[in-house]
Structure formats: structure tokens, C-alpha cells
Nanobody, 123 residues
Framework: VQLQASGGGLVQAGGSLKLSCAASGGTLSKYTMGWFRQAPGKEQEFVAA???????YYADSVKGRFTISRDNVKNTGYLQMNSLKPEDTTVYYC??????????????????WGKGTLVTVSS
């Protein structure tokens, strides 16, 4: 499965962005799709995931502000980010894999990764 993330950009604090993750070479709905982010000098952290059943999971830091979704017809996943904060500034990556629910935040369980897209939130 090849993944292509897009939609990053520059936005003011309080604004919104919608990231996309287009899949090819496989059916995205057969996998759990996750979003991770990594700031310079920091470890990659889990942001959100949507399982093949459609269940969604969020990091506490984004709960209530971000929404993960998937369009099975377009074979594309999304991350709607609202009420953005300067601390959300970093590179965002989409990934696909088959982690068990209890380990859905573990990046090493995702086999397929897209290149990152940069989100910059100005204060």
C-alpha cells in the first residue's frame, strides 16, 4: 500500500486544516489508518486512528479538536483539525497497518507510511 499525505500549510491559531491521506495499491478500509506527528528532536507521537471497523481513537492532546475519517469510495483518509494551537506545529504522517486495539498507538505496528506534510500554526 502506498500512502500520500497532503493538506498541510500555514494557519493562524484557532484556525482549521484538513489533511488527506490517499492510498493506492491496496484498500485502505481493510486496514487501521493512523496519523502520527513528529516535531524536530522529539519522538513521533500518536495523533489519531480509525480502525477497519470505523472505530476512532484520539490522543488526549487532540481529543475534541481533531476528527479522523475515511472515504472508502475515494480510498482516502482524512484528519480534520480545528482550534489549532501553535503546539500542533510539526510534520504529520499517515500510516496503515493492523495493530490490535490495545496497541493502536504503537507506531511500529503500522507497516505502511506516507511522507509527511508540514503543519505550521502561528500565534
Amino acid at each position: 500500500v502506498q500512502l500520500q499525505a497532503s493538506g498541510g500549510g500555514l494557519v493562524q491559531a484557532g484556525g482549521s486544516l484538513k489533511l488527506s491521506c490517499a492510498a493506492s495499491g491496496g484498500t485502505l478500509s481493510k486496514y487501521t489508518m493512523g496519523w502520527f506527528r513528529q516535531a524536530p528532536g522529539k519522538e513521533q507521537e500518536f495523533v489519531a486512528a480509525i480502525s477497519w471497523t470505523g472505530s476512532t481513537y484520539y490522543a488526549d492532546s487532540v481529543k475534541g479538536r481533531f476528527t479522523i475519517s475515511r472515504d472508502n469510495v475515494k480510498n482516502t483518509g482524512y484528519l480534520q483539525m480545528n482550534s489549532l494551537k501553535p503546539e500542533d506545529t510539526t510534520v504529520y504522517y499517515c500510516a496503515a497497518g493492523r495493530p490490535i486495539t490495545s496497541a493502536i498507538m504503537r507506531r511500529e505496528l503500522y507497516a505502511y507510511w506516507g511522507k509527511g506534510t508540514l503543519v505550521t500554526v502561528s500565534s
